[in-house]
């Protein structure tokens, strides 16, 4: 039966309910060299590395904190993205060693955001820190007499490219873990329910047997 990675994903957050660590993965910017140089078009990539061996997730967090999905890695570096596609045209990724990598292949606003790196290990979500991908805000020159509702829109701009706050994303895991801590709950009750019907109709018809061997 086919897994969508989404489903995956969710799968992942539900297991770490029992308990999730932070900043136990490390990642890195293999290109370009200064982040703060990024520019439209270019490739990025990243990397993470891990000692798990049990495959990653690569997930973005854009700029109102919303959580996307892109590609889960494999241990035998088999990359599944978006879709449960095996390719994309937008997107690479592999593994090599202890190194899982993404490759954007060329960058463009839909692409900044927090880049996350996630492995599940024992029913433990480990998950590096957030590494921020963001181009350059464009700032436009002002003329010799300053309009104050062109000062309002630049400024407005640039608050629009500030990345969202992290408690967002922490918001949306324990959303996750909630869902998957209730749904089995309720669902073991409604198990316990149905045993203790069966096991009180076992009994009656226990009785009933009795009361006509007797007679």
């Known amino acids: 039966m086919d897994i969508t990675p989404a489903l995956l994903l969710l799968l992942t957050l539900g ?3 029992p308990g ?3 900043q136990s993965l490390e990642i890195k910017v293999r290109s370009p060299k200064d982040m703060s140089q990024l520019r ?3 490739r990025l990539e990243l990397q993470c590395g891990t000692d798990k061996h049990s495959g990653a997730f690569w997930i973005r967090q854009d700029s109102t904190g919303s959580l996307h999905f892109i590609v889960f890695i494999s241990s035998t570096s088999r990359a599944t993205f978006q879709g449960n596609q095996k390719t994309s045209t ?3 990724a592999r593994r090599e ?3 899982y990598h993404l490759v954007v292949k060329s960058f463009t606003p839909q692409d900044e955001g927090k880049y996350f790196c996630m492995t599940n290990f024992n029913q433990m979500l480990y998950f590096s820190p957030g590494q921020l991908a963001f181009l350059p805000a464009t700032t436009t020159v002002a003329p010799t007499t300053c309009d104050p509702t062109s000062q309002s829109a630049i400024t407005e701009d640039l608050s629009l490219r500030t990345p969202g706050p992290e408690r967002r994303m922490q918001e949306d ?4 873990c909630h869902i998957f801590i209730w749904i089995p709950l309720a669902g ?3 198990l316990l329910l149905i045993a203790l019907l069966v096991t009180i ?3 009656q018809q226990t009785r009933r047997r009795r009361c006509r061997c007797k007679r």
Do not use: R
């Open 20 to 22: 999730i660590c932070g």
């Open 201 to 203: 109709m076992l009994c």
């Open 188 to 190: 073991a009750c409604l």
């Open 173 to 176: 895991l324990d959303f996750f």
């Open 15 to 17: 297991f770490c309910c």
């Open 40 to 42: 439209m078009g270019q």
């Open 97 to 99: 060693g202890g190194f």
């Open 90 to 92: 937008h997107f690479e």
